[in-house]
């Protein structure tokens, strides 16, 4: 094993796994996936340009040509572990083989290494939310942006399954069948408006999961008799005793938050609106918002359907933990992989490079002895060859 030292924290990088464990451990992954390209002998491997492609995304890579430079820039130090007989693939190469590859092959994979390093999901909050990619859209084809479901267990620092959605009226179908890959036991599952139907909810609650759903006025009749009664309850609880209430206020980025959460019994409503239906309900949350901005003041109140009991201070915590999918994982793909104003779009391409995108994100979440930005972690591992193998230690260790 190696030892590399930061200068700057004085911190030592661990057992660094020699080129041996990489070679083992990366390649027996890449090497299940099944070659796209024709039966005749090929001039570049599939396993080597897929394994190329991972440690350009690692080092920062956006597109084909990046894949190229990473590859001749580190030709000398791949070569101690991958067989390159006639070089670096060209751009062109890696972009027609991100093209055919079925992206199911590459999330098998993926789900199969996290399955081997995540820990059990009881007592997490379990985040599902899609994304657009905006730039994948194709007018002159007609082929809309791409959407992804993503799953995001916020304490494990893991995005744990995606589901490809063709536009967001169609993420109402894609969530059942992102939920049956995951074991949910013991886990509080948050979804946003869209999530929020009886049949989902059923699927939850089967799979021995509790919910915190946001309700809006998609289900119009349920959330004026939320709204109205509230206001009533708000004045002149039944029972106050069992109403739960928690008031939080927040200072910062030039703003002062006042943050008020109840937490109701649905048995202080009368009969709610289908409650039948709404299997495992037991409580109505109510979140207010008021912003103190130098020139405006706003106030925004949201419900939210939840099966664990009248909590305001545990139920007002999983609602901010929910909060964690759109800052931890979508903000990371969008600034430090810039996701949105990628333009690629043949193909399989921009379902793949999303593939890559998010496996390079939970890799680089899993290398701890770096304290730096996700930025600053791509430029060390483009860099320094032995802080790119710590990173590969996360397959190492799957």
Known sequence: MVEAKNKKTGSQFQSIPSISEVQDNLLSYVE?????????????????????????????????????????????????????????????????????INPLELERILARWLQSIMRSLVGEVVSIDGKCLRGSYDREKGIKALSLLTVWPGKQQLILGKVK?????????????LLKLLDLQGAVVTIDALGTQVKIVQQIQAQK???????????????????????????????????????????????????????????????????EQWCGLQTIVVVERIRHFSNKTTREVQFYLSSPPANASLLGKIIRQNWGIEN?????????????????????????????????????????????????????????????TTVLKAFCQA
Request: proline share 5%; hydrophobic share 35%.
């Open 165 to 177: 959605v063709q536009d967001k009226s169609n993420e109402i179908p894609a969530i059942p069948t």
């Open 328 to 388: 931890q994982v979508h903000w990371a793909l969008d600034v430090t992989f810039n996701e949105d104003y990628c333009r690629i779009r043949s193909g399989h391409t921009p379902h793949n490079l999303s593939l890559l995108r998010r496996w390079t994100l939970n890799v680089l979440r899993q290398e701890t002895t770096l304290r730096r930005s996700l930025r600053q972690k791509q430029k060390r591992a483009a860099m320094n060859n032995d802080y790119m």
């Open 32 to 100: 299940e996936i099944k070659d796209p390209r024709s039966h005749q002998p090929q001039k570049h491997l599939l396993k080597n340009i897929l394994a190329i492609g991972i440690l350009a995304v690692i080092a920062g890579a956006e597109g084909w040509e990046d894949m190229e430079n990473y590859g001749l820039s580190k030709y000398v130090w791949l070569k101690e572990f991958l067989a390159l007989p006639n070089g670096i693939p060209s751009d062109d190469t890696f972009r027609r083989v991100f093209e055919r």
């Open 209 to 275: 999961a509790d919910y915190v759903l946001a309700l809006k006025k998609n289900h119009s009749t349920l959330y004026t008799q939320i709204e109205e009664e509230f206001e009533s309850l708000r004045k002149s609880p039944s029972n106050p005793s069992e109403v739960s209430y928690e008031q939080r206020l927040e200072k910062g980025h030039h703003r002062v938050e006042k943050r008020r959460v109840w937490a109701i019994p649905i048995s202080q409503f009368t009969h709610l609106h289908h409650q």
